[in-house]
């Protein structure tokens, strides 16, 4: 099945620096790969989203890039605010209604 | 958007027992999915929750531990049986609608202590 890589664990940035989660997988079916935040206590939220036709896709100060051949990832999020403190979760899907694979998350703390 | 609710959102059981935790959505959906999530700990797939039919169990998971009902398109329960220690943890579902590549949206889970 597909494994999911996330990477790194835990990222400190200050106040306005950018931060970048890297995620990598494994099967080369897998063709949509969405983000979650999730705040202390609370449910995790879509953020982002990339389907594998497309390399890059941005939203405001959060944007994401794949990679297919090299199978990885990644969600960058610039001027990062407190707010922005969260664990931030990838996942890989094959589509159409398939399972979501996990990344093992990542804890953002932004520094004011 | 949908609402997703799920109840209870927290309770303490004691070992032994079982705990059915429901998840109600205001539209229909296509899919159901139940996951468990240790504290600090990524989400794991228990089932996928199949209307009308047995749910699709991962890896690790059994049907006579985590009973699932998904009697329509907007409902689902989970059952926690002969709880121990060991299953405390946050439960929560999520749900897809229809759409090629759509995202799971998660309800607010459940918080469960076994005591």
């Known amino acids: 099945g597909e494994n999911v890589e996330q990477h790194p664990s835990t990222l400190s940035v200050q106040e306005g620096d950018s931060a970048v989660i890297k995620c990598t997988y494994s099967?080369?079916?897998?063709?949509?790969f969405p983000w979650y935040k999730q705040e202390l206590g609370k449910r995790p939220q879509l953020i982002i989203d990339i389907r594998s036709n497309v390399g890059e896709k941005k939203d405001q100060r959060i944007a994401v890039t794949l990679n297919k051949t090299a199978k990885h990832f990644s969600l960058h999020i610039t001027e990062t605010q407190p707010e922005d403190s969260a664990v931030y979760f990838c996942a890989a899907s094959m589509g159409n209604f398939n399972k979501f694979y996990f990344g093992s998350g990542t804890k953002l703390n932004v520094k004011p | 958007s949908a609402v997703i609710s799920q109840k209870p959102s927290r309770d303490i059981c004691q070992r032994g027992t079982s705990l059915t935790i429901q998840c109600q959505v205001d539209s229909q959906v296509t899919m159901m999915f139940w996951y468990r999530q240790q504290p600090g700990q990524s989400l794991t797939l228990i089932a996928t929750a199949n209307q009308g039919s047995e749910a699709t169990y991962e890896s690790g998971f059994v049907i006579d531990k985590f009973p699932i009902s998904r009697p329509n398109l907007t409902f689902s329960t989970l059952t926690v049986s002969n709880m121990s220690p060991e299953d405390s943890s946050i439960y929560l579902c999520?749900?897809?609608?229809?759409?090629?590549?759509?995202?799971?949206?998660f309800g607010d889970g459940t918080r469960l202590s076994i005591l």
């Open positions: 099967d080369s079916a897998s063709n949509y």
């Open positions: 999520s749900v897809l609608w229809a759409g090629v590549n759509q995202p799971q949206h």
